[in-house]
């Protein structure tokens, strides 16, 4: 066992934090909370950790559940896939496996809602399967610590990390105690922002923080390239000083809100002459938006305007587009009311 394994054991023992599941020396429990941890907090946990076990002290208990007790012992704790999932993996216990968790990292991953880190954590803490757990947490941890370069979102960098440390939680001789170590680290010691190195069981042999180098670890996902969409923004008053806006056509994330009309998508003729003001740029989560502004003289008369076009008086009592409001707020001076 490397010196680094062994520190890791002596910390987890000396401040292993009590949870009602670890120790827990029934399986079905250590399930449970797992699947309870999935996508929720320890402390959240720990109540509904307690009364679920109440409610459905067992795996044929569980099988057995109504929808209305079950999803009430869940209220609140939400992704309710979960406990559907939970249920219908008891089900599937109790007709092929006698009604008990399968020994091996396999048996449980084929259970329904049981993932990679679930069945390591399954497998380890149960059965003493040397098997590492591999969340973003603990990839944090050895890509600080190794100087790894992956980007850790991925199966395979996941996989090779995992390929690393099997052979350390073997040699540990205590997989159960190495994981928890792991989870307990990455989650409380080596945190995202502000590691707490002076802490960590890890520092004399951590290269991240040898070289000052915590915050350049795990490297951020590359930017994607996103798609680039142009067009333009006109400001044009009518003889009543109102501004013309359009109506944003039917998109999920903008519909109904009022935007600056693209001068080529005008209700009457296009204004003769435009004067450009600038450009717009805005990042959506799918594309990256530029629009040219361009402005108008204000028109002699008030065209009547079809339906998803109007003559604002006060166009900031309308709900209006990011780009609109930005842009009215930096020139609308540019094109006055009178
Ligand atoms: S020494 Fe610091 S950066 Fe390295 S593993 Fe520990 S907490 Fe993380």
């Given at each position: ?31 449970v ?15 509904y ?23 009430k ?7 309710y ?9 008891a089900q599937?216990?109790?007709a ?38 591999v ?8 890509a ?57 069981p890890l520092?004399p ?14 490297a951020?996902p ?26 944003h ?8 809100f ?18 450009r ?5 805005q ?7 530029t ?41 609308a001076?540019?094109?006055?009311a009178?």
């Amino acid at each position: 066992m490397e010196p680094w394994v062994s520190d890791l054991l002596a910390w987890y023992r000396s401040r292993e934090r009590p949870m009602p599941w670890r120790g827990h020396p029934d399986p079905y429990a250590v399930w449970v909370s797992e699947i309870m941890l999935q996508q929720t907090q320890v402390e959240t946990v720990r109540p509904y950790f307690t009364r679920f076990l109440a409610a459905f002290p067992d795996i044929p208990a569980l099988a057995a559940a109504e929808d209305e007790p079950l999803l009430k012992a869940w209220e609140g704790l939400g992704y309710y896939t979960r406990v559907r999932n939970l249920r219908k993996a008891a089900q599937l216990l109790m007709a092929e496996h006698g009604g008990t968790l399968p020994r091996t990292v396999e048996g449980l991953r084929a259970l329904p809602g049981v993932g990679d880190y679930t069945a390591a954590a399954i497998a380890s803490i149960c059965f003493g399967l040397p098997v590492p757990v591999v969340d973003g947490n603990v990839a944090r941890v050895f890509a600080r610590r190794n100087l790894l370069d992956g980007d850790f979102h991925k199966p395979a960098p996941r996989r090779a990390l995992a390929d690393w440390l099997t052979p350390h939680i073997a040699a540990s001789g205590a997989p159960a105690a190495f994981n928890q170590a792991m989870m307990d680290l990455g989650a409380q010691v080596c945190t995202p922002r502000n590691p707490r190195c002076e802490d960590c069981p890890l520092r004399p042999t951590c290269q991240a923080a040898e070289q000052g180098r915590q915050a350049d670890f795990p490297a951020p996902p590359p930017a994607k390239a996103l798609p680039e969409r142009t067009g333009a923004a006109l400001l044009l008053r009518d003889a009543r000083g109102r501004l013309l806006l359009a109506k944003h056509p039917g998109d999920r994330l903008l519909a109904g809100f009022w935007e600056l009309p693209d001068p080529d998508a005008l209700p009457f003729p296009k204004p003769k002459r435009t004067r450009r003001l600038g450009l717009y740029r805005q990042t959506f989560t799918h594309f990256r938006l530029t629009l040219e502004i361009r402005a108008a003289k204000p028109l002699p008369d008030s065209p009547a305007l079809p339906e998803g076009f109007c003559w604002a008086d006060d166009p900031a009592a309308l709900p209006l587009t990011t780009a609109a409001r930005k842009i009215l707020a930096a020139h609308a001076a540019s094109t006055p009311a009178h």
